[in-house]
Nanobody
Framework: QVQLVESGGGLVQPGGSLRLSCAASGSILSIYAVGWYRQAPRKQRELVAAVNRGGNINYADSVKGRFTISRDNAKNTVYLQMNSLKSEDTAVYYC???????????????WGQGTQVTVSS
């Protein structure tokens, strides 16, 4: 059984900061790409940032210069540091990981349960 558990969401004023964490646990053999997605009300889920095992990073244009994704492979954890938050960043944030489980040759995609980020004064 593999789980991704997000934490760190909450209510913050415009211009503020939050740090999201996503910890993977279970029978994990190796984690490849990890990323953060978000879904605002009445909108499709969109990629925010992603990093592969080699350290190559992609950001959505809307968050470049404000958000930073990082990973700690030893802890199977990925972080999203969000600075200069805007009201349009309000959404449920989900982490995602492509990983291999012990005892299986296949790569699976897992999602966390989501954490709410609300930017409002």
């Amino acid at each position: 059984q593999v789980q991704l558990v997000e934490s760190g969401g909450g209510l913050v004023q415009p211009g503020g900061s939050l740090r999201l964490s996503c910890a993977a646990s279970g029978s994990i053999l190796s984690i490849y790409a990890v990323g953060w997605y978000r879904q605002a009300p009445r909108k499709q889920r969109e990629l925010v940032a992603a990093v592969n095992r080699g350290g190559n990073i992609n950001y959505a244009d809307s968050v470049k210069g404000r958000f930073t994704i990082s990973r700690d492979n030893a802890k199977n954890t990925v972080y999203l540091q969000m600075n200069s938050l805007k009201s349009e960043d309000t959404a449920v944030y989900y982490c995602n990981a492509d990983l291999k489980r012990e005892g299986s040759p296949y790569t699976y995609k897992y999602w966390g349960q989501g954490t709410q980020v609300t930017v409002s004064s």
